[in-house]
């Protein structure tokens, strides 16, 4: 099928090619997974959804994505956690290509995005430092122009699955001399060099998750720069919509209450009508959200820009999916505590994994703290 034709379909037919897909396409090993899969476990499913054209739902069919309106989205959303599909590397599907397609130039769309859909760079999130997280803009690590390259000195931490990564997107100081927001600069740098060491250390679900990355003299060609010099604060703010989108997406709610769901069924959970009135709250905070969701995913698609609204479908998302997350380990009774797949039934659950997972949520993509303090400016007009 000519891939511009997704959206002809009527809601019906697509859901049932993407249940079709999803069931037959993904690896039976790799579905329901408690933990994100390391590269070389989910590198055949990565490449499945790519030779299909299924690895890029969103992005536009001129850059080899689907292309997919938001009602189609959300079908896609839907059906992929149905069936319980992993988490592939995605920095470079979810955050970087969008922004390269929003404020890159045409020759780094041309050069970065095929090599996403190839597999051939995987990327990580070069954000975060020791001691700039909520507050972003002071970030230390610094890059200075050498002729016709960058090269950078400093510190990024909490990079996710670095490991596993070959090229990274940095926020880096290219002015000392300004406002911090304004000596900032986006850069693209290649991970396979002397100058870039990458250490992992454990997360509370004891998994080397997130890393520290340190930068000794890391070169990147000067061509390597998104946006203007010193302008990367204004793409890193368009990224960071992106990524507030994402985590608002009810991707991850969804997987927690389905899980629940199976789980519930099978331990008799449902017979108690208390419990079945907690689910049925649940259930409908998780149908807030693809509401929501679908609404602000059709005002993009249609080119429009969401400001805050990110920062609340945020909020809602990540404490909804906390929320499905505790009422899973209530139901669980006794067994909620215990780490490692526990039988119900004939089938096997890993539920405290996911429960502490579920607590980085409200952290990163930007606190849900400061999400809150964003909405009390922006909406309320209440002072900083
Ligand atoms: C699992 C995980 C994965 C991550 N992956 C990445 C990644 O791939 N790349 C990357 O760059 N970063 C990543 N991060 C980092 C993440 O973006 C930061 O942890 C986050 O921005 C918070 O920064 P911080 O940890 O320095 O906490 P701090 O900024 O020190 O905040 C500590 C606490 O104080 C609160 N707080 C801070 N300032 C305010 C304020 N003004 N008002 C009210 N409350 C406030 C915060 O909400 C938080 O509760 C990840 C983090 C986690 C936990």
Known sequence: MNKTDWNALSDAEFQAIAREFFETRCPARLKHLPRRPRWTDVKEWYTNM???????????????????????????????????????MDQGIMNLGPVLIAKGTEEQRQHYLPKIHSAEHLWCQGYSEPNAGSDLASLRTEARLEGDEFVVNGQKIWTSAAYDANHIFALVRTDKTVKKQAGISFLLLDMNQPGIVVK?????????????????????????????????????????????????????????LYRLQQMAKLTGKLDDPV?????????????????????????????????????????????????????????????????????????EFDLLYPFLDARAWTIYGGSNQVQRNILAKGVLNLPS
Do not use: H
Request: glycine residues 12%.
């Open 50 to 88: 790519s030779e299909a054209g299924w690895l890029t739902p969103t992005w536009p069919v001129v850059y080899g994505g689907m292309g997919l309106d938001a009602s189609k989205y959300i079908i896609y959303v839907e059906e992929m956690e149905r069936e319980g599909c992993p988490r592939v």
């Open 200 to 256: 992992p250390f454990k997360n509370m679900g004891g998994v080397d998750e997130q890393c520290s990355v340190f930068f000794d003299n890391a070169r990147t060609p000067a061509t390597n720069l998104v946006g203007k010099l010193n302008d990367g604060w204004n793409v890193a703010k368009a990224l960071l919509g992106f990524e507030r989108v994402w985590s608002g997406s009810p991707r991850q709610s969804l997987m927690f």
């Open 275 to 347: 419990f079945v009135d907690r689910l049925t709250q649940v259930t409908f905070d998780v149908l807030d959200i693809n509401a929501v969701y679908q609404r602000l995913v059709g005002v993009m698609k249609t080119g429009g820009t969401i400001g805050l609204e990110s920062s609340m479908l945020k909020i809602w998302a990540t404490e909804t999916c906390q929320r499905v997350g505790e009422l899973t380990m209530e139901a669980a009774e006794e067994c909620g505590g215990l780490m490692g797949s526990i039988p119900f039934g004939d089938k």
